[in-house]
């Protein structure tokens, strides 16, 4: 497939997804819930920010930051002079401006696809992060992201990414499968239509990688080598640091 087939297919799939997490309580359940292990890795997230930036101001700015409402906690008790959201999803965009309305710090929230932003985005940032957004991108977007990012970085600035990592001997169609397992056998609060439309978004625009392939791309786009910061226990998951 060239390139500009993959653009247009990709951008089918955009609507796709914008379209279920305009369906924010799906994913707000997911989060609530712990489905995905937010509350670990954003612990984690926190710890590194604090022993990174030595309670020295910093900027971040978050790749499909949803509805904010993990990092906006993470950050309550973290020096941070802005903070950059994009977003697809209106209505988490609108959440996340009340998450926030109270904060010291500058905020920017950008609706749109955070790929194109971050193509076009002249301003730099001490910390770019994304989490589960990444998977939604073709490999040679992951891979002009990286490169985005590597420009759009601070000296002594970090990337963070938390997503779906597939194990190394596993391709697409054996991870999904085990991750559509988990999510049927483990997600007891969501309905059967939340799972049907979970589903169907997992199967249709799900493209994990391995941390060696993310970690050629980063190595590649001149970061160092990766620092895996957690994994979950199925090996479903994970949280991943570069730096310059």
Not at 94 to 105: G, I, Q
Request: hydrophobic share 35%.
């Amino acid at each position: 497939m060239s390139k500009i087939e993959d653009l247009e297919t990709q951008n089918i799939y955009l609507q796709e997804v914008k379209g279920f997490f305009d369906q924010w309580n799906i994913y707000q359940k997911v989060i609530q819930n712990n489905y995905m292990f937010h509350k670990e890795i954003h612990q984690v997230i926190h710890k590194l920010l604090l022993e990174h930036f030595q309670q020295e101001p910093f900027s971040l700015l978050d790749l499909g930051c949803g509805d904010s409402s993990l990092i906006a906690e993470t950050l309550k008790y973290i020096p941070i002079s802005c903070y950059h959201g994009i977003d697809l999803s209106e209505s988490a965009l609108e959440d996340a401006k009340k998450k926030f309305a109270s904060s010291s710090f500058d905020i920017v929230l950008s609706h749109g696809d955070f790929f194109e932003i971050t193509n076009q985005i002249k301003t730099k940032f001490d910390v770019i992060m994304s989490g589960y957004s990444l998977h939604h991108l073709p490999l040679w977007q992951k891979d002009l992201l990286f490169t985005n990012c590597r420009k759009s970085l601070n000296k002594n600035g970090i990337f963070l990414v938390y997503d779906l990592i597939k194990k190394d001997d596993e391709n697409r169609d054996e991870y999904l499968e085990r991750y559509w397992n988990n999510c049927k056998n483990n997600r007891k609060k969501m309905t059967i239509k939340e799972l049907e439309n979970s589903r169907k978004h997992i199967f249709e625009g799900d493209f994990p990688e391995t941390i060696e392939t993310l970690n050629n791309l980063a190595s590649k786009n001149g970061f160092k080598q990766a620092n895996i910061l957690y994994r979950d226990p199925l090996l479903l998951l994970g949280l991943i640091c570069w730096e310059m």
